[in-house]
């Protein structure tokens, strides 16, 4: 049967195969990582979450500071500005509510004290300058 089917006609058949082999390898793939990436957020949420409270901190203040530099744009429209300031509130409750899980965790003395270094002079959310 396969003799009277062209070169070109096995070459196709061969591509749709290999295609269809790497779509399956491939979703496979993805299907994996998207259960290892649950995983990975149970483990670290039940098992270290001092590391996820600082990964949003850290999560909040990036996209604050990227909407900083939005706004330094004298190009931006007043839409862009306006999604730069959404974005900074956006942030700034990414970093207070990271800050509050941070600070229900058990910490040691000393690590509270290097943690309350942090803090401007009138406390979190002063608006006294450093």
């Known amino acids: 049967m396969l003799s009277r089917v062209t070169i070109g006609q096995k070459l196709v058949f061969s591509y749709a195969v290999a295609l269809a082999a ?3 390898i491939g ?3 993805w299907l994996g990582l998207q259960r290892l990436q649950g995983a990975t957020d149970v483990i670290l949420s039940q098992y270290a979450p001092s590391n996820v409270a600082l990964l949003r901190f850290e999560n909040g203040t990036l996209a604050i500071g990227a ?3 939005r706004l330094a744009n004298r190009q931006a429209t007043d839409e862009e ?4 300031y959404a974005d900074i509130d956006d942030g700034a409750r990414l970093v207070a509510d990271a800050r509050e899980a941070w600070e229900a965790l058990p910490h040691t003395d000393s690590g509270w004290r290097e943690w309350k270094a942090m803090d401007p002079p009138g406390g979190p959310g002063s608006t006294t300058s450093w």
Not at 81 to 84: D, E, L, N, Y
């Open 22 to 24: 790497a779509a399956a």
């Open 27 to 29: 979703a496979a793939a």
């Open 67 to 69: 909407a900083l530099e």
């Open 81 to 84: 500005r306006a999604r730069a």
